[in-house]
């Protein structure tokens, strides 16, 4: 069907790095753009990273504006206030769906949704308070991890119980909700990245295997070094994820891989850090693949550009001019995501800044460049 692109626009819910990367996607496909910052109240277009853009409204005006003025809508972040989001899905101009944002941003309705699919996790318990915390211990044993069930990303809101000292000074904050989860030692982290379109056609990404370091991704590897049946088992799992929430747009499947079983750990309803990779690594990034998921555009088969392909974050430091000098031309890619600093004073050791993707066909040659890399953006 051919698009009025006069009448297309595409409204972001966050200008963060997603945000910003999901925006210069839609440019490369021609469509055009607002932002709205949910936490400063700005509504703009254009691209601050280039430098070209515009505050087109700021306060009560560019919320009405924005949530009149798009054919679609969509968002960086399932922390973004359902308040924002409610209105635009009963505009049925919200994607991805709220039911899906709504579950994933909810650490025990997402495990729940796993268990009612049947896809194996680590063992958990809801906490709601002392004694049921207490009697979360009991029933899943130590070692633990002490969740937050909202509000989580990067090992925030998470506290590992080792032993019963741990236990005895773990927080459990009143009315606020956790998930106690059992540790899973793992051999590999990974994750499935895929995307489903209105009419029910789906496309995945090559599964990478993760690094992270304190609960913050560090490096992506593709493709992972996984059994085919992993593979397939990983890719059938987020398949009726989608199907199960109707989806639309592009979503994200964390796993470990343990002993021959696969274990899902959670969901992103969105773009993932672990696919960042895909702009110079495939034929059509996770980024131009959302936004051809919810604009009824066609998606892309994924093949790879080359046969590996890394990533690593840049985080709490961008490595100087000179030491990107030094960095193999034309097969390492820089992102500076502009980030300005924190309000009281720089940027946290942990903080994402930017990445670095690594393309080659050689596979030692991007796992060095990973490991010299990792040294290179890290405080
Ligand atoms: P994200 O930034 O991906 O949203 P998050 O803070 O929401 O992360 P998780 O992904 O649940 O939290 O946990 C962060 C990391 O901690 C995981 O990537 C993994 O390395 C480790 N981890 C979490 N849960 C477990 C577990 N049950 N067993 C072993 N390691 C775990
Ligand atoms: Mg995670």
Redesign the pocket.
Known sequence: MQKNLKEERVGILGKGQLGIMLGQAAAKLGVPVWFYEPSTQVLSEGDTWQGTEKILATGKDAWDRFSTSCSVYTYESEHVPHDFLLPLSAQHKLNPPFKAVQETGHRILEKQCFKDLRIPT?PWKPVTDQPSFIAAVTAIGLPA?L?TATQ???????QWLRSQADVDAAKIESGREYVL??????EL?FSVIGARDAKGNEEFYPIGE?L?EK???RTTLVPASLPDKVTEAARGFLSEILQHYNYVGVMAL?C?YSNGNLYA??L?PRVHNSGHWSIEGSNCSQFEQHIRAITGRPLVAIDLVSQNVGMVNCLGVLPPDTVRADWPKGLCFYYDYHKGPRPNGGHEPGRKLGHVTVVSDDRDMVKNELARLRIDCKT
């Open positions: 680590a991890i969740k989580g990303y990067d090992g925030k809101g998470q989860e059992g540790v899973i030692h793992f982290e993760n992270h609960g913050i991704l964390e470990f750990n959670e992103a």
